[in-house]
């Protein structure tokens, strides 16, 4: 049994097959990380709307606290999460993007393209996003007015 602040800790991670390699990469890549696999587990075709639904729920059911989305370009997987209103979805492509995606935007998942994005830019931009903090401050209230659409 996991118990809440165990789950809070653990990182969903979700692909469709454009984001299939990338994803067994960074589980590879960082070893430490609490993952919470929620597929796909091939290279075989899905879509990445279910994909990005499954890691939504999962971090709304507090399963995760935070979660990792990779399609082939990021795009479609991170306008899926974000129809979701409890995510924050911030597609990047850079170290940069990853930590102020975090410290302006309090993101609650990263997502990455397994087609534009390379292994170990890839590999930081999740440490940056795992480690930075948000910021707070004058960011909150426009948090805030997110929550409120
Ligand atoms: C799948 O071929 C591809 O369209 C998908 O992974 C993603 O890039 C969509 O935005």
Do not use: M, N
């Given at each position: 049994m996991v118990d809440k602040d165990e789950s809070a800790r653990l990182?969903?991670?979700?692909?469709?097959?454009?984001?299939?390699?990338?994803?067994?990469?960074l589980k590879v890549a960082l070893p430490d990380v609490r993952w919470l696999d929620l597929g796909t587990d091939s290279a075989a075709s899905v879509d990445y709307p279910d994909f990005a639904q499954k890691l939504a729920e999962a971090i709304k059911a507090g399963q995760?606290?935070?979660?990792?989305?990779?399609?082939?370009s990021g795009i479609g997987i991170s306008i899926a999460a974000n129809r979701h209103a409890h995510i924050r979805c911030a597609l990047v492509h850079d170290v940069t993007g990853a930590r102020l995606c975090r410290q302006h935007n309090d993101a609650n998942v990263l997502a990455l393209g397994g087609r534009t994005t390379g292994e170990v830019v890839a590999k930081e931009c999740v440490e940056a996003f795992l480690s930075t903090g948000f910021e707070g401050g004058r960011h909150q209230k426009r948090i805030d007015k997110l929550a409120s659409f």
């Open positions: 990182v969903a991670i979700a692909c469709d097959h454009g984001g299939f390699a990338l994803k067994e990469a995760a606290g935070r979660g990792i989305l990779i399609c082939g």
